[in-house]
Nanobody
Framework: VQLVESGGGLVQPGGSLTLACATS????????MAWYRQAPGNPRELVAH????????DSDSVKGRFTISRDNAENTTMYLQMSSLKPEDTAVYYC?????????WGQGTQVTVSS
């Protein structure tokens, strides 16, 4: 199973981006999924996760600003809508299963928030 993240870029503070996580679809709908991020010099951290049925939980740092969602039926893709972006949101964003076993990590997508 391959994970491919996309949608990152350079955005000004207060701006918005939508990230996508495409999978090859193997049992995607059976697993809770999550977005993670890693800033330079920091460990990878959990941003938000979503159950296999679509119940979403956001970390405190992004609550009210980020929205995680998933499409199990059509294209086995997960999304992260990000708004009111802050410089501290700058990181490489990754997707993966929320629990174990984890899939092989993708290359991630860079999000840079800067004026």
């Amino acid at each position: 199973v391959q994970l491919v993240e996309s949608g990152g870029g350079l955005v000004q503070p207060g701006g918005s981006l939508t990230l996508a996580c495409a999978t090859s679809g193997n049992n995607f709908s059976l697993y809770a999924m999550a977005w993670y991020r890693q800033a330079p010099g920091n460990p990878r951290e959990l941003v938000a996760h979503i159950s296999n049925l679509g119940s979403a939980i956001d970390s405190d740092s992004v609550k009210g600003r980020f929205t995680i969602s998933r499409d199990n039926a059509e294209n086995t893709t997960m999304y992260l809508q990000m708004s009111s972006l802050k410089p501290e949101d700058t990181a490489v964003y990754y997707c993966n299963r929320y629990g174990f076993p984890k899939l092989s990590w993708g290359q991630g997508t860079q999000v840079t928030v800067s004026s």
